[in-house]
């Protein structure tokens, strides 16, 4: 147990020295200990108790909302103020500090004319954008200055003006510093006119994408067959056995195609180039790595990041539900196996209390039969069910890319959800100290980045409906993460 946490001692100091240290004057050392203390803390518990003495829930939740709330406080106590001389701003685009030997370097770098200058200047409103300066850098133009008129109003007032002057040779951005002022930045843009030749390529490859689907159908298709029970000989001997594998496979593959589609429409209403989505099919393990999609241009607004984000977790879950409940009707009550078989892959003994609203779901189609010591032998279309709901879990996973941290950026900004994708990885480490299963997450979290593609338009907030369905979301992630409290689990008599 030492040995993990030395372990998680040093990636989480590598992780703060690498993404934390930049925007932030308080010592790193200060913000590693109090990421560290409940992990400490738990260690100590099970040190000192046992693992066989549950964890209060005082003590698993406490820790975490106490250091999350000083976590974020040291964060912002050390950022610059804009009273600041020297601030220094780091955002997705450019590390940009004003010093005289960068302005010297700017005009170097100046990759429009004086002319040019003079009419970017004048696409700035006073009364919309009080424009200051501009700074040349090598990724961008960074137009800096006070917002005076709504933050949406502003964008497409100034985004007009220059796209007057420069056709469509920039993009323009808006975000926020570090220092909570807005800024616009002008990027070479990919899409150009003079680049047409390449967007010209198709986008979409439907005969590809028709035959990734039929492969996976038949890999998840012998995946579903083993699930059944059969065996490689049964399936040699007479192919028609291998039907028992396709309500497991018809079910898998709604699941993750519904998913990824609502993707795809949701980017297609917004005018975002995107391809179809693409499955992985592989011979083992569940048949499949999933599905995806690729989007080809940037994402308009922050709206539009949280809809295309929210999309597919939603669209996989409202299948998922009714074919685990039909699942579960076909599946069967068993006698809880012994500590050591009652794992997460257990399809024919689960234990579904891992999971609060798994275990809810079972006990209210198995009933009576559900009771205390039993686990659940999984008929194949409930375990497509129940891939889908970890599906929705990881998605659902506020870090990075993945759709719970565009939606947590959508909502909050990109600072912050850089801060809640760190905590939430250090809590997946700590989580996998406890239960092993969740070892693959924790290591699939750690490798992809914490940060993502800031939209166009990076400072328009979400409207209240936006900001409610984004908090469902995140209460969907804990009812299938968290596991079934004690007092729930005696009330259910499960």
Not at 160 to 179: A, C, M, P, T, Y
Not at 288 to 299: C, N
Not at 421 to 440: C, D, N, W, Y
Request: glycine share 6%; with cysteine.
């Amino acid at each position: 147990m030492w040995l993990l946490l030395i372990i998680l001692g040093a990636i989480t100091y590598f992780l703060v020295k690498r993404s934390v240290a930049p925007i932030t004057r308080t010592p790193v050392w200060i913000i590693w200990l109090v990421m560290m203390m409940p992990a400490l803390v738990w260690t100590i518990w099970y040190e000192f108790v046992g693992q066989d003495q549950p964890m209060p829930l005082l003590l698993v939740v406490a820790p975490l909302i106490i250091c999350f709330t000083v976590y974020v406080w040291l964060i912002r106590l050390g950022q610059p103020t804009t009273s600041d001389k020297n601030i220094k701003e780091n955002s997705a685009i450019v590390d940009s500090q004003d010093t005289e030997k960068s302005t010297e370097e700017s005009q170097k770098l100046r990759p429009i004319t004086i002319n040019e200058e003079k009419s970017l200047r004048d696409c700035f409103p006073w009364a919309v954008y009080y424009l200051q300066n501009l700074d040349y850098r090598p990724q961008a133009i960074l137009c800096r200055g006070k917002l005076r008129t709504a933050p949406e109003e502003a964008y497409k007032s100034i985004k007009k003006n220059i796209e007057q002057v420069f056709g469509d040779r920039f993009l323009v951005l808006f975000q926020e510093g570090l220092s909570g002022g807005p800024f616009f930045a002008l990027v070479p843009n990919p899409w150009a006119k003079s680049d047409k030749k390449e967007t010209e390529k198709p986008l979409t490859r439907p005969f590809f994408a028709l035959g990734l689907l039929l492969v996976t159908l038949l890999t998840t298709t012998f995946v579903g067959a083993e699930i059944a029970g059969v065996s490689r000989e049964m399936m040699e001997a007479n192919s028609r056995v291998l039907l028992q594998g396709i309500p497991y496979s018809l079910g898998l593959i709604a699941i993750l195609g519904l998913h990824e589609l609502s993707h795809y429409f949701t980017a297609v209403r917004y005018k975002i180039a995107t391809t179809l989505p693409y499955f992985i099919p592989i011979p083992f393990f569940l048949g499949t790595f999933g599905a995806f999609i690729q989007m080809k241009s940037p994402v308009p607004n922050r709206k539009a990041l949280f809809d295309v984000a929210v999309a597919g977790p939603l669209g996989g879950f409202i299948i998922t539900i009714p074919l685990l409940l039909w699942g579960l009707s076909l599946s069967e009550v068993v006698d809880l196996p012994l500590n050591e078989a009652s794992t997460l892959l257990n399809f024919q003994a689960l234990d579904p209390r891992f999971s609060f609203l798994f275990a809810v779901l079972a006990k209210l189609v198995l009933g009576s039969s559900f009771l205390v010591g039993k686990a659940v032998h999984l008929h194949p279309l409930a375990v497509s069910g129940y891939v889908g709901l970890i599906v929705t879990a990881l998605n659902l996973m506020p870090v990075g890319q993945l759709d719970g941290g565009h939606i947590i950026h959508a909502m909050y900004g990109q600072r912050t959800a850089i801060i809640v994708g760190q905590l939430t990885r250090i809590f997946m480490l700590v989580l996998a100290m406890i239960r092993p299963e969740f070892l693959i997450w924790a290591i699939l979290l750690f490798l992809m980045p914490v940060s993502d593609q800031p939209a166009l338009n990076d400072v328009t907030e979400l409207d209240n409906k936006r900001d409610l369905l984004g908090l469902f979301s995140l209460i969907l992630l804990l009812s299938i993460l968290l596991p079934l409290p004690g007092a729930i689990a005696n009330w259910l008599s499960i």
